[in-house]
């Protein structure tokens, strides 16, 4: 955990933000997207904080150690990798970066192969437990999405919590509590939430654009 923890303070997301995608994203603070059940604007990640980051890995005796960082063969999440690595240099850690077809990065993440990778997650049901149970409950370990192979009981039976209530805010408070341990733990970091840019004629009328179609605005 410490040595996630000491990764995630020596990362500057709005590096990432500001010269690759020009400001044109909103910084993360949360696995889930602010229009997704059971996301909420209180939750934090660890703070960019190079110099306490860098203290943690000297203190545990982790300086020069190789760390093997993937993604697959996509321009944008290698020039992220590339940011990445010189940042984790700045704390002692040796990074080398992976580029791998998708069904290349695909296996080497489902087998644990890798020390980090870089990948994204849509919203496509815009609920909570899509977004946390494939990638963070236990039984989902690799190939079945938690690719991170992390596995904690208390997170287990949370998100299983989540599955069977029936109560809308008390379901909404287990996948709040659910993200806040997640962040808690350093299990992943959050980079930043997608804009979605669409061109229009001024004539057009009563139309909105999103990212994902919002399936419960619609009657059968």
Do not use: C
């Not at 040595?3 to 997301?13: F, H, Q």
């Not at 203290?55 to 321009?75: C, D, P, R, W, Y």
């Not at 669409?198 to 605005?217: C, D, S, T």
């Amino acid at each position: 955990k410490e040595l996630r923890k000491a990764v995630i303070m020596a990362i500057n997301r709005d590096d990432i933000i500001n010269s690759l995608l020009m400001g044109v994203a909103k910084k993360a603070n949360s696995f889930l997207a602010p229009n997704v059940f059971g996301y909420s604007e209180n939750s934090k990640v660890y703070e960019f904080n190079p110099e306490e980051a860098k203290k943690i890995i000297e203190e545990k005796g982790m300086t020069g150690t190789k760390l093997k960082i993937a993604v697959s063969n996509s321009q944008l999440r290698s020039q992220m990798a590339e940011i990445v690595q010189a940042q984790l240099k700045e704390i002692g850690l040796d990074v080398t970066i992976e580029i791998l077809e998708w069904g290349a990065f695909l296996s080497a993440t489902s087998k644990g192969d890798v020390d980090m990778f870089i990948l994204g997650w849509g919203p496509s049901t815009y609920d909570g437990d899509y977004g946390l149970y494939p990638n963070f409950h236990s039984s989902q370990k690799g190939g079945e999405g938690n690719r991170s192979q992390y596995a904690n009981k208390y997170l287990d039976n949370l998100l299983e919590e989540g599955r069977k209530e029936i109560d809308t805010e008390k379901r909404r408070e287990i996948y709040i509590k659910a993200t806040d341990f997640i962040n808690e733990e350093a299990i992943v970091l959050p980079i930043y939430y997608t804009n979605v840019s669409a061109g229009y004629n001024k004539a057009l009328k009563n139309v909105k654009a999103e990212a994902y179609p919002m399936i419960n605005n619609y009657t059968y």
